[in-house]
């Protein structure tokens, strides 16, 4: 799995993309798709 991670990182490297945007825009739009509500809070 590192191995993954590592290539994963050369390659945004390499195609200029900043990946900790790039995630924080993801966790972004999973908030707004898999909203929580509530009463689903309490539960877990």
Request: proline share 0%; net charge negative; glycine share 0%.
């Amino acid at each position: 799995m590192v191995d993954i991670l590592i290539y994963l990182i050369q390659l945004a490297d390499k195609l200029e993309i900043n990946l900790e945007e790039e995630v924080l825009n993801k966790l972004d739009k999973n908030a707004i798709k898999y909203l929580v509500t509530r009463s689903e809070e309490k539960v877990k």
